[in-house]
T-cell receptor
Framework: KQEVTQIPAALSVPEGENLVLNCSFT??????LQWFRQDPGKGLTSLLL?????REQTSGRLNASLDKSSGRSTLYIAASQPGDSATYLC?????????FGKGTLLTVNP | DGGITQSPKYLFRKEGQNVTLSCEQN?????MYWYRQDPGQGLRLIYY???????QKGDIAEGYSVSREKKESFPLTVTSAQKNPTAFYLC?????????????FGPGTRLTVL
């Protein structure tokens, strides 16, 4: 059974700092890894999707990597802004579904 | 604009009542999902559907029921058999089959049992 773990559970940084969020998964047979953002009381917004044949994806200030052999993915956020404050969730896709981590609560302080 | 809509945004239920949460998508996606989110926990899969008139149980299906009569609609009924229904419910969809592509989410419905 796939298990997804996110570390740290919470992170507070000053504005402008580069940061890394970590995600680990137990089943290396995943066929994609998806990163989401969730604002309080809202649905999930898809940030990046990495297919199993890919090693990374980039969108603006975000870069996500995938290492299936080690069971890890990272989300790199460059030059963080207060508007980046949210919960970030990763999810590993296998068979018919995504398995989610519990998320990292990011606070970017002005 | 294409997307997923969920209604209502807030729902209050008395104990012993069944309630139905609506999920509609105009993305022409084949697969649709229902998740439940509780504080401090990750999303948990309730039901999913790959095609019209077909659906499968997820990890926590007890006390819930669904239907998929139309491609764009996947309503979830929370029955009185669900002992702890207070939670945030999220609907999602993907194109071209279950789980193989990017999942998109609706804005959610917050259900509270009075």
């Amino acid at each position: 059974k796939q298990e997804v773990t996110q570390i740290p559970a919470a992170l507070s940084v000053p504005e402008g700092e580069n940061l890394v969020l970590n995600c680990s998964f137990t089943d290396s047979a995943i066929y994609n890894l998806q990163w989401f953002r969730q604002d309080p009381g809202k649905g999930l917004t898809s940030l990046l999707l990495i297919q199993s044949s890919q090693r990374e994806q980039t969108s603006g200030r975000l870069n996500a990597s995938l290492d299936k052999s080690s069971g890890r993915s990272t989300l790199y956020i460059a030059a963080s802004q207060p508007g980046d404050s949210a919960t970030y969730l990763c999810a590993g896709g296998s068979n018919y579904k995504l398995t989610f981590g519990k998320g990292t609560l990011l606070t970017v302080n002005p | 604009d294409g997307g997923i809509t969920q209604s209502p945004k807030y729902l209050f239920r008395k104990e012993g009542q069944n309630v139905t949460l609506s999920c509609e998508q105009n993305l022409n996606h084949d697969a649709m999902y229902w998740y439940r989110q509780d504080p401090g926990q990750g999303l948990r899969l309730i039901y999913y559907s790959q095609i019209v008139n077909d659906f499968q149980k997820g990890d926590i299906a007890e006390g819930y029921s669904v239907s998929r009569e139309k491609k764009e609609s996947f309503p979830l009924t929370v029955t009185s058999a669900q002992k702890n229904p207070t939670a945030f419910y999220l609907c999602a969809s993907t194109r071209e089959g279950v789980g193989s592509h990017e999942q998109f989410f609706g804005p959610g419905t917050r259900l509270t049992v009075l």
